[in-house]
């Protein structure tokens, strides 16, 4: 089986993100950074998530008019709605589901 020139590209830069994630998992320090959590004031995630849910609000605008530009109607609140889930489905590739 041949891969076309497309192909090959997609599968390189597949194998050089895995590479990456397990080059970072094996010379990062799990107990450093979980001890960096633990010393984050929870004064400041109050703006942190305010300005966060701002930019998915941001976001969610500039994919709404995106595709409205390709001729697909979306409300605002189904823009959001799908920015938030392809965000979620980030998240839970990281594993920040557990």
Known sequence: MRLEGQQRKIIITILIVISFYVVFATFSDFGKIEENYYKIKLFYLVPIFGIFIFSIFIRSLLQRFLLKN?????????????????????LLQLGLDR
């Open 70 to 90: 390709i001729g697909i109607e979306l409300t605002v609140r189904q823009s959001f709605l799908i920015f938030r889930q392809v965000f979620q489905c980030y």
